[in-house]
């Protein structure tokens, strides 16, 4: 897979996720186990403590969330495709413990 422009392992998952579900998920929980509980194993990593998954939005380009993890709480999570970052849908307030 590549993204931002940094090819990755891909490791395929037979799911179909949404920035929406991600978005509901952040109202009820930062916790990435939980994440993971409910929709498994990503398709791939980037960084020690950051994960991608494959999104599906009815686009004909490949579209991923990354997500940025510390501690099992989820910190970060932005929409990007295979040459950039789309937008940031959640990033921890450094303020909040």
């Known amino acids: 897979m590549l993204i931002y422009g940094n090819t990755r392992e ?3 998952v037979d799911r179909e996720l949404s920035v929406d579900y991600f978005k509901t998920f952040l109202k009820r929980s930062t916790s990435y186990k939980e994440l993971q509980n409910e929709i498994g194993e990503p398709n791939g990593k980037l960084l020690n403590g950051e994960f991608i998954y494959e ?3 009815g686009v004909n380009e490949k579209t991923y969330i990354t997500c940025e993890v510390l501690r099992d709480k989820i ?3 932005e929409v990007c495709n295979e040459e ?3 937008e940031s849908i959640y990033e921890k307030n450094s303020e909040e413990n």
Do not use: A, D, F, N
């Open 84 to 86: 950039e970052v789309i």
């Open 75 to 77: 910190i970060k999570l």
């Open 55 to 57: 999104i599906t939005q």
């Open 10 to 12: 891909y490791y395929t």
